[in-house]
């Protein structure tokens, strides 16, 4: 019954800079940590960043620290992650997973397919001249 929808995604240019949202529908967003993930062909499903309920801890893969940046509006229900100086590794479909009632400053980047229950459709956001 949880729903999440991701928008945002696009064809960027090396350097450039996308902001991808997920918007959670049929549930109250404070319940859940929130989870951006990653998957490009013939590659597994990777995470790359989360945010817990509180919304005051976040983690991001080392390859997108300083880069990218994630924060949600929890009345507006949606998470967002803000990707700048994007590079052609960036390619992929980016996912946006929610897990219910986690425990306060915890969420994790690590085997998101194993900690994730519901997931969006993805978007595409390719990097690219």
């Known amino acids: 019954q949880v729903q999440l929808v991701e928008s945002g995604g696009g064809l960027v240019q090396p350097g450039g800079s996308l902001r991808l949202s997920c918007e959670l529908f049929?549930?109250?967003?404070?319940?859940?940590?929130i989870a951006w993930t990653r998957q490009s062909p013939g590659k597994e499903t990777e995470g790359v960043s989360c945010?817990?309920?509180?919304?005051?801890?976040?983690q991001y893969r080392d390859s997108v620290k300083g880069r990218f940046t994630i924060f949600r509006d929890n009345v507006k229900k949606v998470v967002y992650l803000q990707m700048n100086s994007l590079k052609p590794e960036d390619t992929a479909v980016y996912s946006c997973?929610?897990?219910?009632?986690?425990?306060?400053?915890?969420?994790?980047?690590?085997?998101?397919?194993?900690?994730?229950?519901?997931w969006g459709q993805g978007t595409q956001v390719t990097v690219s001249l």
């Open positions: 997973a929610a897990l219910r009632h986690p425990l306060p400053y915890r969420c994790t980047v690590e085997d998101p397919k194993g900690h994730y229950r519901y």
């Open positions: 049929g549930v109250s967003l404070d319940e859940y940590v």
């Open positions: 945010v817990d309920y509180t919304g005051r801890y976040t």
